[in-house]
């Protein structure tokens, strides 16, 4: 199968962004998270991350939460991120890190790589509001050499009824609070119908509200 052929897959479109603004946004990314970075995110984005190999591109980094955690002896690191308030703090970010990296200005559905160019792409808390993530996906499939990989860490529907009743209930005024988050979207399905998952772990968001409380952490690889 390839990039141009995943199958369809229900996933929720976000409404229009709300009007605080791109740099208000921005300015309470990390206060919003915080909890949830104190209580078992941090450690998860380590362990994640600490599989990175090569040449690295990172989709919707935010404001460089990722950054600390990649090993020292990778080849490149791209950080992309659509928004211009949260690429401007993201700057800050890389400069203060002494890191090298390039911050680019690129949202998931048009990355900025050549085919099979890219050994390990990074996508953390972040397909849940792409405005299409289907395509974002057959992005990820394209710029993937073979052999490379996905490190995914998504909150995604939950297994029982009464939570994914919720979770659609109240999709839209979640969405309004988080800048277009969907808590709605199958995304472990989707990322299934684009790469070939193989390793998923299903974990538990702490220190966040319910509606995103499901986590999928894991590896994909390109189909060959």
Same mark, same amino acid.
């Given at each position: @199968?390839?990039?141009?052929e995943v199958p369809a897959v229900s996933v929720p479109a976000p409404p229009t962004r709300p009007g605080l603004g791109s740099r208000v946004d921005a300015a309470l990314y990390g206060p919003v998270l915080l909890l949830g970075?104190? +209580?078992? @995110? =941090?450690? +998860? =984005?380590a362990a994640l991350l600490g599989e990175a190999r090569g040449r690295v591109l990172e989709i919707g980094a935010g404001?460089?939460?990722? $950054?600390?955690?990649?090993?020292?002896? $990778?080849?490149?690191? *791209?950080l992309t991120e659509p928004d211009p308030g949260m690429a401007a703090r993201l700057r800050r970010t890389v400069g203060r890190s002494g890191r +090298? #990296? #390039?911050? *680019?200005?690129?949202? #998931?559905? #048009? $990355?900025? &790589?050549?085919?099979?160019?890219?050994?390990?792409?990074?996508?953390?808390? *972040?397909?849940c509001t792409v405005p299409d993530p289907l395509a974002a996906l057959r992005e990820i499939a394209r710029v993937l050499a073979p052999g490379g990989r996905l490190l995914f860490c998504e909150h995604v529907l939950a297994a029982d009824e009464r939570t994914v009743r919720r979770q659609h209930?109240? &999709?839209?005024?979640?969405?309004?609070?988080?800048?277009?988050? +969907?808590?709605?979207?199958?995304?472990?399905? &989707?990322?299934?119908?684009? $790469?070939? *998952?193989?390793r998923v772990d299903v974990e538990t968001w702490r220190g966040m509200p319910v509606l995103v409380h499901p986590l999928v952490v894991g590896s994909a690889r390109p189909r060959t």
């Open positions: @199968m390839t990039a141009q970075e104190l +209580r078992g @995110m =941090r450690r +998860r =984005r404001t460089g939460l990722n $950054l600390r955690h990649y090993p020292d002896d $990778l080849d490149d690191l *791209v +090298r #990296a #390039a911050v *680019v200005e690129a949202g #998931a559905e #048009a $990355l900025p &790589a050549a085919d099979g160019s890219v050994d390990t792409v990074v996508s953390t808390m *972040v397909l209930r109240f &999709a839209d005024a979640w969405a309004g609070f988080a800048s277009g988050c +969907r808590c709605d979207r199958d995304l472990l399905t &989707a990322i299934r119908g684009a $790469l070939d *998952v193989d």
